[in-house]
Nanobody, 122 residues
Framework: QVQLKESGGGLVEPGGSLRLSCKVS????????IAWFRQTPGKEREGVSC????????DYKEAVKGRFTISRNNAENTVYLEMADLKPEDTAVYYC???????????????WGRGPQVTVSS
């Protein structure tokens, strides 16, 4: 069974950086497109960034373009989300999700992680 385990959340001041990791177990990462989502209380979960299994194509929500970078290391079975110039509005629980499709599609995911909290506050 495929499992996703995130790490790297925490508290950071505005303008700071964090790196989230999503470790895949139970299968090879190379078969999956991975997306990061985030959710705050009272709001729907939203797709933030995605990296496809096919050619490693990437996608970013407009609000994080130029600040977040997604990457994958298939040998380590891990996807990373580098977050820079963090803002208070980036505060959320961040989830990674795996989709067996070859292209990014936030609407459909096969597996979910449990999500670390990211808090941006002074």
């Amino acid at each position: 069974q495929v499992q996703l385990k995130e790490s790297g959340g925490g508290l950071v001041e505005p303008g700071g950086s964090l790196r989230l990791s999503c470790k895949v177990s139970g299968d090879s990462l190379r078969f999956y497109t991975i997306a990061w989502f985030r959710q705050t209380p009272g709001k729907e979960r939203e797709g933030v960034s995605c990296i496809s299994s096919n050619y490693g194509s990437t996608d970013y929500k407009e609000a994080v373009k130029g600040r977040f970078t997604i990457s994958r290391n298939n040998a380590e079975n891990t996807v990373y989300l580098e977050m820079a110039d963090l803002k208070p509005e980036d505060t959320a629980v961040y989830y990674c999700a795996a989709d067996s499709g070859e292209w990014c599609d936030y609407a459909y995911q096969d597996y979910w992680g449990r999500g670390p909290q990211v808090t941006v506050s002074s």
